[in-house]
């Protein structure tokens, strides 16, 4: 069982940046493919960006350009570079496996972009 803690969100304005951190109880290095996932109100959670355990990666047309996702195995840790950020990108951010499991789902970090 891996205890997954989101932390880094914040306001922040409209094109600024933040830098999320995902830290692992144990060792992720076995798990191939992770992922950060959003939430914002009213609407379902979705994947923005995911990355194998070799650094491949992946994101959502809304973050491309933007966002940057990455992972340090050797601290049990991953990232979301945030740039540019948008009103639209308002919601709790979420670290999981890809594809997730429910059991992982820890509390977020809020992120709040104003305009």
């Known amino acids: 069982q891996v205890q997954l803690v989101e932390s880094g969100g914040g306001l922040v304005q409209a094109g600024g940046s933040l830098r999320l951190s995902c830290a692992a109880s144990?060792?992720?290095?076995?798990?191939?493919?992770m992922g950060w996932y959003r939430q914002a109100p009213g609407k379902q959670r979705e994947l923005v960006a995911r990355?194998?355990?070799?650094?491949?990666?992946d994101y959502a047309d809304s973050v491309k350009g933007r966002f940057a996702i990455s992972r340090d195995n050797a601290k049990n840790t991953m990232y979301l570079q945030m740039d540019s950020l948008k009103p639209e990108d308002t919601a709790v951010y979420y670290c999981?496996?890809?594809?997730?499991?429910?059991?992982?789902w820890g509390r977020g970090t809020q992120v709040t972009v104003s305009s």
């Open positions: 990355i194998t355990r070799g650094g491949i990666t």
């Open positions: 144990r060792s992720i290095f076995s798990i191939n493919r």
């Open positions: 999981n496996t890809h594809p997730y499991l429910p059991q992982y």
